[in-house]
């Protein structure tokens, strides 16, 4: 029995050590995980305080800022902070003539400013002793200027005032400067005068003239030919129109092929005549036409022409009021009003016998062969334009009113826009699907310019609408009478257009941009010499 009651009580004193070890350990594994958990989170806290450091290093770099100004006690920071105070204190006491204060700040402003200066030479910090009088001079102001109403509520109102009193001398200078931009575009150059009245005597003097008129009617065919490239420009001015075709001349491959006709006005048809019959452009046919023999051009015909008869459209373009305020000079350029401009939209009526044709502004230099536009399919549309809705250019809502139920209800605002200038027409599409009627049609509801306000783009693109096709942008290149254009835009562009009040031919146009249409001038010419052309 003593046997089995020791072997009874063996197995109880066992299972009792074993729970006391047991306990034992968890205890020291317990322990064990809480001493790893804090040095966890210290070398946590150690790796965090780097970076904050780093950071700290990275908003501080390259500022005038020391150790001892990010201290809470900074006295070189105290010293700082009244500065920036008083220095904007200082604006408004000299605005407000109290100038003996402002001296005294002035002097205090220095005074402080030097002190810092020293202790940064001696790469020591401001003791309390050294600065203590001139914080408390300072102080002093500051709470004299305190006083008198410098406080930060006046600041805030007189910076504002000033503010404000910049931004209408702004807008000032800037309207003087678009009004005298415009200007300065729309006045024709004494040298431009000169060359006009020089070429009309030589071709009422020149019997020589005369004579090639008989050699330019064995040419008349080529007018009509279709198979030829055919090119139409409407200009006043002699010598740009001169560059376009040159330029179209040097750098077609066939120049024998290409027809130009010009279309002026009786005031400078005679001067235009003469220049194109003294000077050969590499074999290319030049027309000359004056407007005013197109007889189904008048105002029963023609709304503008009709509208410009109204006294109300009179007054608003050519006196610059209207019922609200004065007219934008933008709107008031003549150009906008000169049927020259606006005959864009009868090119199947003045070239009745062509099928195809290219328009070019005067204000183009082509420097590339042309001839592949007259072989680019339309897919049945009446235009070949490049668009303009990308970059700075712009798409429909910019142009039209989408204010007005007919421009909303027929128009999608975001469809792009397309340049005027170097277009390739359709004409048999454009008789076809009277265009023409469409564009009258347009005009005749702008009546009281609620449509749009003035200009030829803005009928021609709801006259065009999804009936132009998007040609490749390196055709037209346009900006150079405004803003910078990308050299490889230039490089590549077979038309360069200088839209914009910037002409080459003006005072005011960009140097950088002038000797792309220079090149296609010859200055040496005796007229040019005799007019001050250079």
């Known amino acids: 029995m003593r046997r089995r009651n020791s072997d009874f009580r063996r197995p109880v004193r066992r299972r009792f050590s ?109 003791t309390n002793g050294e600065s203590e009088s001139a914080i408390r001079d300072m102080a002093l102001l500051l709470y004299q200027a305190q006083q008198v109403h410098y406080d930060s509520a ?88 001169s560059v376009v075709v040159n330029s179209t001349a040097m750098n077609s491959k066939n120049p024998d092929l290409v027809v130009f006709h010009l279309v002026t006005d009786e005031v400078n048809y005679a001067a235009m005549k003469a220049w194109f019959t003294m000077n050969g452009f590499r074999g290319v046919t030049v027309d000359v036409q004056k407007i005013e023999d197109f007889s189904w051009l008048n105002a029963s015909y023609v709304p503008v022409l009709k509208q410009l008869q109204d006294s109300d459209t009179q007054n608003y373009y050519f006196s610059g009021n209207h019922e609200n305020s004065r007219t934008p000079i933008k709107f008031r350029n003549p150009k906008y009003l000169s049927m020259l401009n606006h005959l864009r939209f009868y090119i199947p009526e003045v070239f009745p016998a062509l099928k195809k044709l290219v328009f070019l502004d005067d204000d183009v230099v082509v420097q590339k ?82 449509l749009w306000k003035l200009g030829t783009l803005p009928p021609g693109l709801l006259t065009f609408y999804g009936l132009t096709e998007a040609l490749n942008p390196s055709w037209h290149v346009l900006g150079f009478g405004y803003t910078n254009v990308d050299s490889k835009l230039i490089e590549n562009g077979a038309v360069l257009h200088f839209n914009g009040n910037s002409k080459p031919w003006l005072k005011i146009g960009i140097e950088k941009y002038k000797p792309l249409w220079d090149k296609y001038v010859d200055y040496g010419h005796p007229l040019l010499q005799q007019c001050n052309f250079h």
């Open 154 to 241: 006046t600041m805030f109102m007189r910076l504002k005032a000033k503010i404000q009193s910049l931004e209408e001398q702004a807008n000032s200078f800037s309207e003087k400067s678009s009004k005298y931009g415009q200007i300065a575009a729309e006045e024709v150059p004494k040298s431009l005068y000169c060359l006009g009245v020089r070429l009309t005597a030589e071709w009422f003097r020149s019997s020589n003239m005369q004579k090639k008129l008989e050699e330019e009617k064995q040419a008349a065919a080529k007018l009509v030919d279709t198979g030829l490239y055919h090119f139409c420009v409407f200009s006043d001015n002699i010598l740009a129109t």
């Open 369 to 450: 062969d042309l001839s592949a536009l007259f072989s680019t399919d339309l897919n049945g549309n009446v235009n070949g334009a490049v668009e303009t809705c990308m970059e700075t250019f712009h798409r429909y809502h910019k142009y039209l009113n989408y204010s007005h139920p007919l421009i909303r209800q027929h128009f999608d605002p975001d469809a792009c826009g397309w340049a005027f200038g170097m277009n390739v027409f359709d004409l048999v599409e454009w008789r076809k699907r009277n265009v023409t009627g469409i564009y009258h049609y347009w005009q005749e509801k702008n009546v009281d310019r609620t």
């Open 18 to 126: 074993d729970v006391f070890w047991l306990t034992v350990c968890g205890l020291a594994i317990l322990l064990l995980i809480i001493l790893l958990s804090r040095e966890s989170r210290g070398s946590s806290s150690r790796l965090v305080y780097p970076k904050r450091s780093y950071r700290h290093d990275r908003i501080t770099d390259g500022l005038n800022i020391t150790e001892e100004m990010l201290r809470p006690e900074s006295v070189a920071r105290q010293i700082n902070d009244q500065i920036s105070l008083a220095k904007a204190i200082l604006v408004i006491a000299k605005e407000s003539n109290n100038l003996q204060f402002a001296w005294e700040l002035s002097a205090q402003i220095r005074n402080s400013q030097m002190l810092l200066s020293n202790a940064a030479s001696r790469r020591n910090p401001l």
